[in-house]
């Protein structure tokens, strides 16, 4: 009778097992705008995103693996069924694409300025001001943000969007435009850049205005098991000091 047991209790293991370690090694495809240092890094598979990923799931045993495409791009790959989860992603973008899936917790939040170089001494205090100058954006952000900033790109024919943010920094600095907006931390990254390159010369004083708030994003996942496991751990990850790191980890090496 022992051995009856005995070999039930083996047989069952051999099937517990290799199912655990199939599990964790599941594979997830997360879709990602291929040009947004340094939230996400392309040539070496880092940067805030990637890594907060790996922070929350990839610590499971889960197989991530980043898909970059332009970022515009990264919406229709999710809704075409084309990857697991999509980055950037919030109740508006969700709403505007009507998007399905499950939505996690805020992960986290660019912060977007208005950059002008001092020597032009602007004095801006509102969006609506912004339809004075010549604007250069990035890709999709007269749908991605607020009516205020709808209605200045329609009364200003000086306004354009490129989903080159590089490009954004250097005709900053040559002054092929008045003001640029973007996010913080991908001004400091580039500015960096091109001064480690020794491009352009970027030690001219700059303003950023605070005129846009927080973007709060976080991604949305077609599982809700996952989403959950995701949410469970990134409560986890932001009580720790690892989260405020990863947040600041390329920023700060860039000053």
């Given at each position: 009778?022992?051995?009856?047991?005995?070999?039930?209790?083996?047989?069952?293991?051999?099937?517990?097992?290799?199912?655990?370690?199939?599990?964790?090694?599941?594979?997830?495809?997360?879709?990602?705008?291929?040009?947004?240092?340094?939230?996400?890094m392309v040539e070496?598979?880092?940067?805030?995103?990637?890594?907060?990923?790996?922070?929350?799931?990839?610590?499971?045993?889960?197989?991530?693996?980043?898909?970059?495409v332009p970022y515009?791009?990264?919406?229709?790959?999710?809704?075409?069924?084309?990857?697991?989860?999509?980055?950037?992603?919030?109740?508006?973008?969700?709403?505007?694409?009507?998007?399905?899936?499950?939505?996690?917790?805020?992960?986290?939040?660019?912060?977007?300025?208005?950059?002008?170089?001092?020597?032009?001494?602007?004095?801006?205090?509102?969006?609506?001001?912004?339809?004075?100058?010549?604007?250069?954006?990035?890709?999709?952000?007269?749908?991605?943000?607020?009516?205020?900033?709808?209605?200045?790109?329609?009364?200003?024919?000086?306004y354009a969007e490129?989903?080159?943010?590089?490009?954004?920094?250097?005709?900053?600095?040559?002054?092929?435009?008045?003001?640029?907006?973007?996010?913080?931390?991908?001004?400091?990254?580039?500015?960096?850049?091109?001064?480690?390159?020794?491009?352009?010369?970027?030690?001219?004083?700059?303003?950023?205005?605070?005129?846009?708030?927080?973007?709060?994003?976080?991604?949305?996942?077609?599982?809700?098991?996952?989403?959950?496991?995701?949410?469970?751990?990134?409560?986890?990850?932001?009580?720790?000091?690892?989260?405020?790191?990863?947040?600041?980890?390329?920023?700060?090496?860039?000053?």
């Open positions: 009778m022992f051995r009856i047991y005995t070999r039930i209790l083996i047989t069952l293991l051999l099937l517990v097992f290799p199912f655990q370690k199939a599990f964790s090694q599941q594979k997830i495809t997360v879709a990602l705008g291929n040009t947004l240092p340094p939230w996400v070496d598979n880092t940067g805030i995103i990637p890594d907060l990923l790996r922070a929350t799931l990839g610590v499971h045993g889960y197989q991530i693996h980043f898909v970059y515009a791009r990264r919406i229709p790959l999710y809704t075409e069924n084309l990857v697991d989860v999509v980055s950037d992603i919030n109740e508006k973008v969700i709403e505007t694409h009507q998007m399905s899936g499950y939505f996690s917790d805020i992960a986290y939040s660019y912060e977007n300025f208005a950059f002008s170089l001092a020597k032009q001494n602007l004095q801006l205090s509102s969006i609506a001001q912004l339809k004075h100058f010549s604007v250069l954006s990035w890709q999709g952000a007269k749908e991605l943000l607020s009516p205020e900033y709808q209605a200045m790109t329609r009364e200003n024919p000086q490129t989903y080159d943010q590089l490009a954004q920094v250097q005709l900053l600095y040559r002054e092929r435009y008045e003001v640029i907006q973007m996010d913080g931390k991908i001004f400091d990254y580039y500015r960096a850049l091109i001064n480690i390159n020794d491009e352009i010369d970027v030690s001219k004083p700059v303003q950023r205005f605070a005129l846009f708030g927080k973007n709060p994003s976080g991604f949305l996942f077609r599982d809700e098991a996952l989403r959950d496991l995701f949410n469970e751990n990134l409560r986890k990850l932001k009580s720790t000091e690892e989260y405020t790191r990863i947040i600041n980890r390329y920023t700060s090496k860039s000053h």
